[in-house]
């Protein structure tokens, strides 16, 4: 199990990695999509990476309604833990 922090950690290296957002911008309550400018399909990606993170397919349902890092953080804690 992770803890929130831990996903915090992650979910800021998979940003920096592959949508090269500056790690310092991912903040829990940053937009993802007016702070950290991604778009639809950067969404897209981002629930892959997800999946690969957890190990499990994960419904983009899921992220519906993630709008700020924090939103990712606490969907990711959910499915790891729920």
């Known amino acids: 199990m992770q803890d929130k922090e831990t996903i915090l ?8 990695e592959s949508f090269e957002v500056d790690p310092d911008a991912v903040q829990p309550d940053a937009n993802l999509y007016e702070d950290l400018d991604l778009d639809s399909i ?3 990606d981002l629930i892959v990476s997800v999946q690969d993170l957890i190990g499990r397919k994960v419904q983009p ?3 519906k309604a993630a709008r700020t890092v924090n939103d990712v953080v606490d969907i990711v804690y959910s499915l790891i833990n729920g």
């Not at 950690?9 to 920096?16: H, K, S, Y």
């Open 9 to 16: 950690l992650e979910l800021r290296r998979i940003l920096a």
């Open 42 to 44: 950067d969404a897209i």
């Open 61 to 63: 349902e899921n992220f």
